[in-house]
């Protein structure tokens, strides 16, 4: 067994685990109270359901109780135990981002397009046992009044303002139902021998429109082309890219081109979860709080509508991707709210 290294706002403590003649497993300690037993058997039956219709996901090991979930209390404290298959092959980063040899990489982008197509076509016939909960459950005028401090009264009055554009959408079978919401190159692995994804981490699901993931592919395809100086060339990637994302996608689900028309409606509300995250990161370590430049750029992308997350407007730089230095700052303890659970 080896302890995994968390990354910063990690929830879990993760080991990775090995047994000659086995397949890996990861092992999973949840140990903060900010989710119930039902939060974690919702996660858990879904990925079940998932892998179990097609899904390429890393499958839930059943405890020899026969159990998705094992609560083991200490001291009065409960902590939550799952347990996964280990997914092959390993992470774009840890290969350097390189693709695999003899293959272009525009395969990667159908293939990233296409797994994530067909968990929310599976998505669209899931019925929970345990329901996890929805958008709007967690992303209010409250919740926001709760999270982001006082000092930043116009990023509020404009994260609210998304939230009632939001509001006003359709929501159907079609368009509305169970997200990874994390769907990024950090929380799958490629097996580099056939090009296949297998998805994990699962933490974050929840009920919110499908284009909210798609959304987040399309951000995560500005890493391949976020040092190039002429914004013309990035606009003309970005619009390549999400094609064949789209053409993947749509290889194993339908989307409306209604929907596809909110793109730069979906990155603003992904930039939403990105700051609301930040601040809740804030509030659960002991270092004093800061507002960074990457932090400020988000903030500054939500406060003056700019959309596609700056990337094609003058506030983006290629030499420092994704910073704004202006609004940097320091929050002291007191702008943090305390009423927190």
């Known amino acids: 067994m080896q302890l995994i290294p968390a990354h910063e706002g990690g929830r879990n403590v993760v080991y990775s685990c090995e047994k ?13 109270p900010d989710r119930s037993r039902e939060d974690f058997l919702g996660e858990l039956e879904y990925i079940r359901y998932l892998f179990e219709h ?47 040899d003899g293959a272009p990489i525009t395969e990667y982008y159908y293939n990233s397009g296409k797994v994530l197509g067909k968990l929310h076509q599976i998505s669209k016939r899931y019925t ?19 999270r982001i401090p006082e ?43 056939t090009g296949q994804i297998t998805v994990y981490d699962f933490d974050n699901t929840c009920y919110c429109w499908y284009m909210f993931d798609l ?10 082309i976020q040092f190039e100086p002429d914004a013309g060339k990035r606009k003309k990637f970005m619009d390549d890219y999400f094609e064949t994302v789209l053409a ?41 709080p800061t507002c960074d430049e990457e932090l400020s750029y988000l903030i500054k992308c939500l406060e003056d509508d700019i959309p596609y997350k700056g990337f094609f407007h003058q506030i983006y730089s290629y ?22 659970d």
């Open 20 to 32: 000659e003649g086995n397949d890996s497993k990861i092992l999973r300690i949840a140990f903060l």
């Open 54 to 100: 097609g899904g390429s996901v890393s499958n839930v090991v059943s405890s020899k109780k026969g159990n998705l979930l094992e609560e083991i209390i200490h001291n009065h404290h409960s902590y939550f135990i799952s347990l996964f298959h280990k997914a092959k092959g390993k992470m774009l980063v840890e290969n350097n981002y390189q693709y695999r």
């Open 128 to 146: 929970p046992i345990h329901r996890r909960y929805s958008f709007f459950d967690k992303y209010n005028a409250l919740y926001i009044d709760k």
């Open 151 to 193: 000092s930043f009264s116009l990023l509020k009055e404009k994260l609210v303002e998304l939230l009632n554009t939001l509001q006003g959408l359709e929501r159907n079978q079609e368009t509305f139902g169970m997200n990874h919401f994390d769907y990024n190159d950090g929380n799958y692995s490629i097996d580099f021998d």
């Open 215 to 224: 959304a987040g592919l399309w951000i995560s395809g500005v890493g391949w």
């Open 248 to 288: 993947g996608y749509r290889s194993e689900t339908n989307i409306e081109d209604s929907m596809l028309d909110k793109l730069p409606l979906f990155i603003q509300v992904n930039i939403l979860e990105s700051i609301v995250d930040a601040f809740e990161v804030m509030h659960h370590t002991s270092e004093e």
């Open 319 to 340: 030499e420092e991707p994704f910073e704004f230095e202006e609004r940097l700052t320091a929050l002291s303890e007191s702008e943090i709210p305390k009423n927190m």
